[in-house]
């Protein structure tokens, strides 16, 4: 007889335990042991939460290479059936070689489970016959358990559901989050001071007000998504006297040295606007002109609300009353909220990332190398995005209620968003670079995403240059090719989007703190038409009313809270890497965040408000809330 010493380590996670019989098969290339039922000295506590329990199963020969273990649990007459989280099965063979076999899986039925040896395989690598069979059962299950659906015709499709306990347990929220999670907005509220402010549909009637709601605002935003360096003269047609009156600059020698930016809010053009409290919202669709300074601040020179100049479209100018300029700010600010929160964050992020963790749930097996790598960047996400769908962006949802893009002009937005997202627009060192935005001073997104871009890449390079050695492999990588394929139909719906890559950016999760100060900036007045008419009056009108501001406030509140499971960028509490390349370069990734993490608390120490939006400490690993 020849002996395995086999350790089983339950998750160190709520409710991971079992009192259940857990029984075991080991799998070789020279046969099968028989099922055995695990027996510890330590009984029932042998598979608690935390536990590490040893055990021996005996074969009368050797079993050659370990490809695969089966595990399966049943019920005591004592103990009804539970769910059971084990984290990995180890296994030493009679010659002292050592398995790995990653589980991280909720077992929560009597059926037999499998799971393979932790070394990374490819498909074309596989050669085991039963290794082969387990890997297609694998896919077979995980396409009937991920099914897609439409949401909206024209967005990215999404995860089948009826409610988040339909979700596959893997994918839901721990008990920690969403114990957590259950907080509601009234939690948000009491918080913020606001519970009495809930029911008031009137306007605000004055300033000070305002300031003592936002006692906890931010005020850096470091710069906006869509600005570019560019010629606009023939978008906004000003003149040296207008934006510059003191005859400091010119205009045509500014635009020359590469001083003058847009911000173009075209994507809001002619969006039918939302009804709050029954009265018609407006949102703009601005442009803005800003110059750079020679002390390096970018400072608007011009605002003109609509696109097209116009008599009734007047160019608002800093030198204009007080009033009338900052009526032209409150605008362009309502209009940059919804073009963040619908483009960048609900799109490019929540969205497209829900479509990559599910290609990637349905097509490539836990043994496959991209699986192991991207698998930690989809935590949640599918339970967070089923919640926004049901509980911000549906038809009672906050945002649809309290928005003025809510409705069917969020829709509209999301779809021309889809439209023009480009494969370059999603990699920022392109997208910084055909923006014409990498001199821009103090731009402190751009310092910070371009350094966590770059670590990010070697260490993904690294990972998929080990297991993909030429173009070729790649290319005869079938689970590969389905992953994309699905992600090119599902996510981008079949548009041209050429260059279609991996992007481990997108699944995670930098949510700005700003967004609570923009929520403040819906409007629902018409916008001035003429210069010389704003006064505190006009303007405060133009601001929501109480109830739509507090409760706007409260939801983006609830959604900026850390959840005290978060998971730092890099930090893996799942080893599902066996081979030690792999694991040295896990190692450095986290190693080279920590520094530039060190970076920028360093860099931070100097600026008035720091921007803390980008340290690896901060971004999560995954979308998450």
Not at 25 to 53: C, D, I, M, Q, Y
Not at 84 to 98: H, L, M, T, Y
Not at 251 to 272: P, S
């Amino acid at each position: 007889m020849v002996d395995y010493e086999v350790t089983v380590y339950t998750a160190n996670r709520t409710a991971a335990t079992t009192f259940n019989n857990v029984f075991l098969k080991l799998v070789g290339t020279n046969g099968e042991s028989e099922r055995k039922r695990l027996l510890s000295l330590r009984g029932p506590s042998a598979f608690v939460r935390g536990a590490v329990a040893s055990f021996t199963v005996s074969y009368p020969t050797s079993l050659g290479k370990l490809v695969l273990v089966e595990l399966d649990k049943k019920p005591l007459f004592l103990f009804p059936e539970d769910s059971w989280f084990p984290a990995k099965v180890e296994v030493k063979s009679p010659d002292g070689e050592i398995y790995n076999f990653p589980v991280y899986r909720w077992i929560s039925d009597s059926k037999v489970h499998r799971f393979r040896e932790g070394t990374a395989l490819k498909g074309f690598e596989d050669s085991h016959q039963l290794g082969r069979y387990s890997r297609e059962q694998e896919l077979k299950q995980r396409q009937k358990d991920y099914c897609w659906d439409v949401y909206v015709e024209g967005i990215p499709h999404c995860i089948k559901a009826d409610g988040p306990l339909s979700l596959p347990a893997e994918v839901r929220f721990s008990f920690t989050k969403q114990t957590e999670f259950l907080f509601t907005k009234i939690t948000g509220l009491a918080e913020l001071k606001l519970k009495g402010l809930v029911d008031n549909k009137t306007n605000w009637t004055n300033i000070d007000d305002i300031d003592r709601v936002f006692w906890f605002k931010q005020t850096d935003i470091s710069g906006t998504d869509n600005l570019h360096k560019v010629n606009p003269t023939k978008l906004l047609p000003v003149t040296d006297k207008m934006v510059f009156p003191d005859g400091c600059c010119s205009l045509a020698e500014e635009i020359k040295k590469g001083n003058i930016f847009l911000c173009d809010y075209k994507q809001m053009d002619g969006v039918k606007t939302n009804t709050i409290n029954d009265e018609k919202q407006y949102l703009m669709a601005p442009l803005v002109l800003l110059h750079k300074t020679p002390d390096d601040k970018l400072m608007p020179i011009a605002i003109q609300l609509k696109q097209k100049p116009a008599e009734d479209n007047p160019i608002f100018l800093p030198s204009d009353s007080e009033y009338d300029w900052l009526m032209a700010k409150i605008f362009v600010r309502s209009a940059d909220f919804s073009e963040h929160q619908l483009n960048v964050h609900l799109l490019r992020t929540h969205l497209l990332a829900e479509v990559f963790a599910v290609s990637l749930l349905r097509n490539v097996p836990m043994v496959h190398p991209l699986h192991k790598l991207l698998i930690p960047h989809t935590r949640y996400t599918l339970q967070i995005n089923f919640l926004a769908r049901n509980r911000l962006i549906s038809e009672e949802g906050v945002f649809t209620k309290f928005s003025a893009s809510g409705g069917e002009g969020m829709i509209t937005i999301l779809r021309r968003s889809l439209s023009s997202v480009t494969y370059s627009s999603l990699c920022v060192p392109e997208d910084i670079a055909e923006r014409g935005v990498k001199d821009v001073p103090n731009f402190y997104y751009r310092d910070d995403a371009l350094r966590l871009w770059d670590t990010i890449n070697r260490f993904v390079r690294g990972i998929l240059t080990y297991y993909y050695k030429t173009d070729a492999e790649v290319q005869q990588d079938s689970e590969l090719q389905k992953w994309i394929l699905d992600i090119f139909e599902h996510g981008f719906l079949s548009q041209p989007c050429p260059g279609i890559s991996l992007l481990l950016k997108t699944g995670t999760n930098p949510h700005p703190l700003t967004d609570l100060d923009e929520q403040a900036v819906i409007d629902n007045r018409p916008p001035p038409t003429k210069k010389g008419e704003a006064t505190e009056e006009t303007m405060l009108k133009t601001l929501p009313d109480v109830n739509t501001t507090v409760q706007g406030m409260a939801i983006m509140w609830l959604l900026s809270q850390q959840s005290s499971d978060f998971a730092p960028l890099g930090q893996y509490s799942e080893d599902h890497f066996s081979e030690e390349t792999p694991r040295q370069m896990i190692a450095n990734f986290q190693k080279e965040l920590a520094a530039l993490s060190a970076a920028i608390k360093e860099r931070n120490k100097t600026l008035e408000v720091p921007y803390t939006y980008l340290d690896p400490e901060e971004v999560e690993n995954s979308v998450a809330i």
